[in-house]
């Protein structure tokens, strides 16, 4: 992997590089192309400006409202028709997506020098580095993931007042989520539906890179905190579908565009799950979707069933 420091005060982890390439399993195609650049929280939200995401609590209350107007006794019944799909998705855009956050790391394919702070015509103190730096991505395609330590640290320090394991944890976690997004290639352009869905399997992926106790605590526990959006949070609905269809497969089908015909109509929450049963309800799912809104209402469907894990 390539990693380099443009502005940021806090250097990488020692042995960074190690700790990715022995983890990186199938991202490996990303880490040899796709270069780490380090930055500040100025150059960071330049680049990538803070987002919305959706709030834990009120999904979860909007869908038992939901459930209860509708009087289904049980309330793991997701919703079955496309109107209805459609339906409460709109509501809980309209009323969950309000929780702001500002980015720790980012995936992008063609950010111009102005907004990294590179004048490569400017003589002064750094220009070397800068133009290194510059060359660095323009050799990658312009494909980088940014990250910016002092967001990591920010973090590490709620967790714990000795920060540096978790610090370690979370700069090693962001990398993996990035080089999720840098896997799948679907854009920055992401329908509010299908961005619930690739955040929360980036997460999944990310998660999935840690084994030991230590680790998984330190991630869990940046992964709990109720300021980050529910769709980063979770990435367990994955780690559920995982079981039954390796998370590798998933992002696959995700990237290729037919993930929604493979876990719609899955009942996970039984997990009584064969493969053969799996593609019958699949598909049994899809042919009822289909003679409306297809796909669309699928996607959506799936990502109102990832909100819920949150
Ligand atoms: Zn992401």
């Keep these: 992997m ?8 806090i250097p990488a982890p020692d042995g960074i590089d190690r700790k ?63 109107e209805e799909t459609e339906r409460i998705w709109d509501r809980i855009v309209e009323k969950c997506r309000h929780v702001v956050f500002s980015a720790i790391g980012v995936y992008t394919e063609n950010i111009p020098p102005v907004l990294l702070g590179i004048d490569l015509k400017d003589t002064g103190i750094g220009k070397k580095n800068s133009e290194t730096i510059w060359e660095t991505i323009e050799n990658n395609s312009r494909k980088v993931v940014y990250l910016c330590p002092e967001r990591v640290m920010e973090e590490a320090l709620e967790i714990s007042k000795k920060p540096q394991n978790p610090f370690d944890d979370i700069f090693l976690y962001i990398i993996f989520h990035e080089y999720t997004h840098a896997f799948i290639t679907k854009g920055t352009n992401l329908k509010k539906y299908e961005s619930v869905i690739e955040e929360s399997l980036a997460a999944a992926v990310a998660y999935q ?36 269809l390796p998370l590798i497969a998933i992002v696959d089908k995700w990237k290729r565009g037919d993930l929604a015909f493979s876990v719609v109509g899955m009942d996970f929450d039984d997990f009584l799950i064969s493969s053969d049963l799996f593609l019958e309800y699949g598909f049994a799912h899809f042919r009822r979707f289909n003679d409306s809104k297809g796909e669309e209402s699928m996607l959506e469907n799936l990502a109102i069933r990832v909100l819920m894990h949150a």
Excluded at 2 to 9: C, D, E, F, K, R
Aim: aromatic share 12%.
């Design 209 to 244: 890179r840690f084994s030991t106790s230590s680790e998984i605590y330190n991630i869990s526990r940046f992964l709990s905190n109720d300021k980050l959006p529910a769709e980063y949070r979770s990435f367990t609905f994955w780690t559920e579908i995982s079981r039954a």
């Design 20 to 82: 990715v390439t022995e983890r990186m399993s199938f991202l490996n195609t990303v880490a040899d192309h796709v270069p780490v650049i380090l930055v500040n929280e100025e150059t960071m939200d330049r680049i990538c400006p803070p987002g919305i995401g959706y709030d834990a609590h009120c999904v979860r209350e909007l869908l038992s409202q939901y459930y209860q107007e509708k009087k289904l006794a049980d309330a793991k019944d997701y919703p079955g028709k496309p």
């Design 2 to 9: 390539i990693i380099s420091n443009l502005n940021s005060s």
